[in-house]
């Protein structure tokens, strides 16, 4: 029982001499952080626009998402000032890499409007970061309708606007409503060649599958809440087992969401590949691809399971932060990696430190 004249003594009250100063808040470089600037293009009357069926909206749509969620993501999506840098300042973010959202350039079926379309995303990214350097940098759109002018386009981005690779979303749109063109395509060689020669990473996002006869029915399941990631899971595979990385060793691609179910399935894939009688053969595992060639990043799984599972597999040398912002928020991912169940070394490396190291922000 405490009397009114005494007072309890918690132990933090205590007098602790030889405590340190507080550590400073856990520095956080966010990498899949997203934009949208093909407003004004859709409304060109030539060619610039997405495919009919395939711009942002329609994929929303199809999805079935709420519309108050996407009339709040689209606001967000544009927005380059206060409230995207106060999103930053109140997780602790002190860098963020801004892509273009899905669909992008992608989903333009003509050639020569998205490849302007991908020279104007660029030139208006490059200004987005040289008004904020410290806080923005930025992944380049390349148009891949015309693989002969794509690495051109890359250089460029690269090494005149100072942006940091390039994010393709997902596969190539042909006017062809049938046919779309994935990466692992001979044609895209000269565009794997000049990333690789120049150590420009490749962010590899998920867009909605071209055939989506499984979902009949259950249009929730074509996006984010799964569709997404057996598509950028197979995109991916598509890359390893065409040989690419034997060819380019150096090369670098990133898959987001915690590596798109890879880290956890990669065991299985490689066990039954070693049994298929087919003629395809490169010169390592799975798993060393993974670990060698690939980054996956924490965008829009927040889950100490997940996390450490990919830790198991590719090494926390290899794992990004990121939130996935405007389609998540930022704070909540903030603070579970603050939180994360891992070592105060591999948090520091994921938070900011491997972004620091692969993309040589200073």
């Known amino acids: 029982m405490v009397y009114p004249s005494e007072s309890p003594v918690m132990t933090y009250e205590l007098p602790a001499i030889g405590k340190p100063p507080d550590a400073a808040p856990l520095e956080k470089i966010a990498v899949?952080?997203?934009f949208d600037a093909l407003g004004g293009l859709r409304a060109s009357p030539v060619g610039a626009q997405s495919s009919s069926d395939d711009d942002l909206q329609s994929l929303v749509k199809t999805m079935d998402y709420n519309a108050g969620w996407m009339t709040s993501v689209n606001q967000r999506l544009r927005d380059f000032g206060p409230d995207r840098l106060a999103g930053m300042d109140a997780s602790g973010i002190?860098?963020?890499?801004?892509?273009?959202?899905?669909?992008?350039?992608?989903g333009i079926v003509d050639p020569v409007a998205a490849a302007t379309a991908a020279r104007e995303i660029n030139d208006r990214l490059a200004s987005e970061v040289s008004n904020?350097?410290?806080?923005?940098?930025?992944?380049?759109?390349?148009?891949?309708?015309?693989?002969?002018t794509a690495p051109f386009e890359l250089e460029r981005a690269v090494t005149r606007l100072g942006l940091k690779g390039a994010m393709i979303n997902g596969y190539t749109n042909t006017r062809d409503p049938q046919r779309v063109e994935y990466l692992d395509d001979p044609r895209f060689l000269p565009f794997w060649e000049a990333a690789a020669s120049l150590g420009a990473p490749i962010y590899l996002h998920p867009r909605p599958a071209l055939d989506q006869r499984i979902y009949e029915g259950h249009s929730e399941l074509i996006g984010a809440t799964w569709g997404f990631a057996p598509e950028a899971a197979t995109h991916a595979l598509r890359l390893i087992y065409s040989g690419l990385f034997d060819r380019f060793p150096t090369l670098t691609v990133i898959l987001g969401h915690l590596g798109e179910t890879l880290p956890y399935f990669s065991w299985r894939i490689q066990h039954c590949f070693e049994y298929n009688p087919s003629d395809k053969r490169v010169q390592r595992r799975l798993q060393d691809y993974l670990c060698d060639n690939f980054y996956v990043s924490t965008?829009?799984?927040?889950?100490?399971?997940?996390?450490?599972?990919?830790?198991?597999?590719?090494?926390?040398?290899?794992?990004?932060?990121?939130?996935?912002?405007?389609?998540?928020?930022?704070?909540?991912?903030?603070?579970?990696?603050?939180?994360?169940?891992?070592?105060?070394?591999?948090?520091?490396k994921i938070a900011a430190g491997n972004a620091r190291r692969l993309f040589r922000i200073v």
């Open 132 to 148: 904020q350097p410290t806080r923005y940098a930025g992944f380049a759109s390349i148009a891949l309708q015309d693989p002969k």
């Open 32 to 34: 899949e952080e997203h």
């Open 94 to 106: 002190s860098v963020a890499i801004l892509s273009h959202t899905v669909p992008g350039v992608q």
């Open 299 to 348: 965008s829009g799984i927040f889950s100490d399971q997940a996390l450490i599972g990919a830790m198991l597999t590719i090494g926390a040398d290899r794992i990004l932060f990121a939130c996935d912002y405007p389609y998540e928020v930022m704070e909540p991912a903030a603070r579970w990696i603050e939180r994360a169940a891992i070592s105060e070394g591999d948090r520091k």
